[in-house]
């Protein structure tokens, strides 16, 4: 597996794990085959799994703790704090609004540190900004964690560039980690940029387009009631329809190249620099590999351009979050 750096010394497999799907959003799956995905993915050379205690919420990161502790040594783990989490209902419902306040940040560092199981989080990530707190103060306290030997690295999830400006001249921030895709590229024009200039890595999560650009979900039958994509506005019936034209012309383009959708799509992220990190989710062993394979595919300037024209992001239907979600992205 090769390897890439985030910020100035975090050196992890040029692909990761996402590892929410194997516990919350999208159904989740037995707890037997999720450990045996979590090894094989040791096995194939993964070194950067991702979780957050939200997931769950609480569950995953348990999930992740016990499944990687017989490899602790050989992994990079990270998890996510940021939000308030309810006492009562089901996944995502939980989520009661931001809570960054260094009181809070310390808090859930002690309780993910115990239901990881570990004595360190590899990288911690405010999941997402809180309008609330000031981001010095955030990253202040996640700094104290980085002093007391309780955290190695520090990042941001789903910033903007000049709260990515303000963090860093607290603490060094070693990765940012923003959903960016062939469909969704808003990074581009002034985050990416800003995190090159600061020597802040990019983590992309849901470079798959949650599942969409590998060409496998082509009805939205198949998805159970309580999947979180069927609360996505690209995933309403009218606009997921409307976008399956992106994946069959991403489909053509594959199959000439004898590769699949997934690891087309999956290329082209990785091609976008040296430090952008994907870390697509899977829980199937027979994707894992699919999606590993995607390192070592090789794109020209040509075929980077035409895999890009075959998924403009202009013309995709629907945004990629509701109106609330999308109020805490790019703060």
């Excluded at 017989?70 to 990079?76: A, G």
């Excluded at 053509?252 to 994907?278: N, S």
Aim: with cysteine.
């Amino acid at each position: 597996m090769k390897t890439r750096t985030l910020g100035s010394g975090l050196t992890v497999s040029a692909i990761g794990l996402g590892c929410m799907g194997m516990s919350h959003a999208y159904g989740g799956q037995d707890e037997a085959d999720a450990i045996r995905t979590l090894r094989r993915a040791v096995d194939l050379g993964i070194t950067l799994f991702d979780t957050a205690e939200v997931y769950g919420p609480f569950t995953n990161e348990q999930l992740v703790g016990k499944g990687l502790a017989p490899v602790r040594d050989k992994v990079i783990i990270a998890t996510k704090f940021g939000f308030r989490i309810a006492p009562d209902g089901d996944g995502f419902q939980r989520m009661a609004g931001t809570d960054s306040r260094p009181e809070h940040v310390k808090a859930v560092a002690e309780a993910s540190l115990k239901r990881l199981g570990i004595e360190t989080i590899d990288l911690l990530y405010q999941h997402r900004v809180d309008p609330a707190v000031p981001i010095e103060d955030t990253v202040g306290a996640m700094a104290d964690l980085v002093r007391e030997g309780k955290v190695r690295y520090l990042g941001l999830s789903e910033a903007g560039p000049e709260t990515l400006r303000r963090a860093h001249a607290v603490h060094p921030i070693a990765a940012l980690q923003s959903e960016y895709s062939l469909w969704f590229r808003e990074v581009e024009p002034e985050i990416l940029p800003t995190c090159r200039e600061l020597g802040i890595g990019l983590v992309p999560y849901s470079p798959l387009g949650r599942g969409f650009l590998t060409g496998k979900l082509r009805d939205l039958a198949a998805l159970p009631d309580s999947d979180f994509r069927r609360t996505l506005p690209r995933f309403e019936a009218e606009n997921f329809a409307a976008n399956l034209a992106f994946v069959d012309t991403l489909e053509r383009i594959a199959a000439a190249k004898g590769v699949t959708a997934a690891q087309l799509a999956l290329a082209w992220v990785l091609h976008q620099g040296d430090d952008i990190v994907p870390i697509p989710g899977s829980r199937r062993i027979e994707h894992l590999a699919d999606n590993i394979a995607a390192v070592d595919i090789v794109l020209s300037a040509d075929d980077l351009a035409t895999i890009a024209a075959a998924v403009p992001p202009s013309a995709v239907s629907g945004a990629r979050y509701g109106e609330a979600a999308m109020k805490l992205t790019s703060l």
